[in-house]
């Protein structure tokens, strides 16, 4: 397993057009976690799945953003009608979940840079 | 709300220097805490963490940081900088929602190694 996968790497899009991105975990690990970094600052957390089911979603995510985890794989992020805000770095990690015990760490992905012109 | 605060933005040392990056947290219950390193165009890779037991965890790269609980601080420390050690540098702190853990960060230290 050579970890977390992002894809594309980078995109760059116009305003206004939709864009989605591809994130492919660790291959046993059952949780996945979106962030989004923008320049100067640290990753802030989107959403997270357990599985194939969404728990979590940050008041960042606006309706124009849909996560999904169809079968607990790979998860992909789309952004529809993109704007120049949306512009950042989207980060993709994932974790296992053992039983009652904690998370282990949060392996992250390389990310996709997304630039909104 | 928990956040957390990386008060120097850029530092610079020379090779072989020691090195000291400054975090501080606000979290109202027992923190879970951590420092990512992140290189141009690269994830965000973990150096160490903190969740109970002795204050001061040692982590990869000979890095090392000391949880101080009175100061609400987590600094990372380095006894000798290495010119690969030139990065980014990310202190966060965890919340757990149940077992699932959703990571507070800082705005980030960039580290320029001098030669």
């Excluded at chain 1, 206004?16 to 991105?21: D, H, I, K, R």
Aim: glycine share 10%.
């Amino acid at each position: 397993d050579t970890g977390v996968s992002q894809n594309p790497r980078h995109k760059i899009t116009k305003r206004g057009q939709n864009v989605t991105f591809r994130c492919d975990p660790i291959s046993e690990h059952n949780r996945l976690y979106w962030y989004r970094q923008t320049l100067g600052q640290g990753p802030e957390f989107l959403t997270y799945f357990q599985n194939e089911a969404q728990l979590e979603k940050s008041r960042l995510l606006s309706d124009r953003f849909s996560a999904e985890r169809p079968k607990g794989s790979f998860s992909t992020l789309e952004i529809q009608r993109t704007e120049q805000g949306d512009s950042a770095m989207y980060l993709c990690a994932s974790s296992s979940h053992r039983g009652l015990g904690e998370d282990t760490e949060a392996f992250f992905g390389q990310g996709t840079r997304l630039t909104v012109v | 709300a928990q956040s957390v605060t990386q008060p120097d933005i850029h530092i610079t040392v020379s090779e072989g220097a020691s090195l000291e990056l400054r975090c501080n947290y606000s979290y109202g219950a027992t923190p879970y805490l951590f420092w990512y390193v992140q290189s141009p165009g690269q994830g965000l890779q973990l150096l160490l963490k903190y969740f109970s037991g002795d204050t001061l965890v040692q982590g990869i790269k000979g890095f090392e940081a000391e949880f101080k609980r009175s100061q609400s601080s987590f600094n990372l420390r380095k006894p000798s900088v290495h010119w690969s050690d030139a990065a980014e540098y990310f202190c966060a702190v965890g919340e757990l929602w149940g077992s699932a853990r959703q990571l507070t960060f800082g705005s980030g230290t960039q580290l320029t190694v001098l030669p």
